[in-house]
């Protein structure tokens, strides 16, 4: 999915690219490709606009780079954590008190990749907005990182779940158990608003990645 047109460019070159994926992702996630003009976009970014055109060949361009950079930032920081690095024979194959803590492992590394503070929360406003509005780029989102995801909670459930458990709903609980977390971030004002706060820090980030964590075990606890 390689948006941009192949031309030389230097470090100086890189960084308004960046420029403009930093303020597109600002943009995008708030109003929507639709939503942002291309002289609004320069301007956030703090570049001529006829940087738009050379390094992405217009806004659209823009917009598939800024979904890359999403899934590039979840994937390395699912990466990091080495809980991707197992396969559905492995996970068949483990014990069920290790496949408990992956699963915990999982959720709460994925909660504090969504809700902690900055980025995270534009990064996941544009994911969801694929969700309600896909765009040509919503296959390469899901193929990015949210099939890997919900593959491999798909699997997990199904190994904590009974032998008699069909594969639907096992995708059914696995897609509950993803979307525990992103309720965090869609509702995430009524949150605040119950919890009798102005935003979520990371300490806030993490008890409620270890309260989703623990849920999830436990839903599929016998």
Request: aromatic share 6%.
């Amino acid at each position: 999915m390689n948006t941009t047109i192949d031309k030389p460019f230097g470090s100086s070159s890189d960084v308004t690219r960046g420029k403009l994926i930093d303020a597109g992702l600002r943009l995008f996630a708030e109003f929507g490709v639709e939503g942002v003009r291309t002289r609004v976009l320069a301007d956030a970014a703090g570049v001529n606009q006829a940087a738009i055109p050379y390094h992405f060949g217009g806004k659209e361009g823009v917009y598939s780079a800024v979904v890359e950079e999403t899934v590039k930032e979840i994937t390395e920081g699912l990466g990091k954590t080495g809980l991707m690095n197992v396969t559905a024979e492995a996970i068949q194959a483990m014990p069920a008190d290790a496949c408990r803590d992956h699963l915990h492992s999982l959720v709460r590394a994925f909660a504090l990749l969504i809700l902690a503070p900055g980025r995270p929360r534009e990064r996941t406003a544009l994911i969801v907005r694929e969700q309600l509005q896909p765009t040509g780029n919503f296959n390469f989102l899901f193929n990015g990182f949210i099939a890997p995801l919900h593959s491999m909670v798909s699997a997990l459930v199904a190994r904590l779940s009974p032998d008699d458990l069909d594969d639907l709903t096992a995708v059914i609980k696995a897609h509950a158990i993803i979307g525990q977390v992103l309720a965090f971030a869609v509702a995430q004002n009524s949150y605040l608003l119950r919890a009798q706060q102005q935003a979520i820090s990371i300490r806030d980030a993490e008890h409620i990645a270890d309260t989703l964590s623990d849920m999830a075990v436990k839903s599929l606890s016998h």
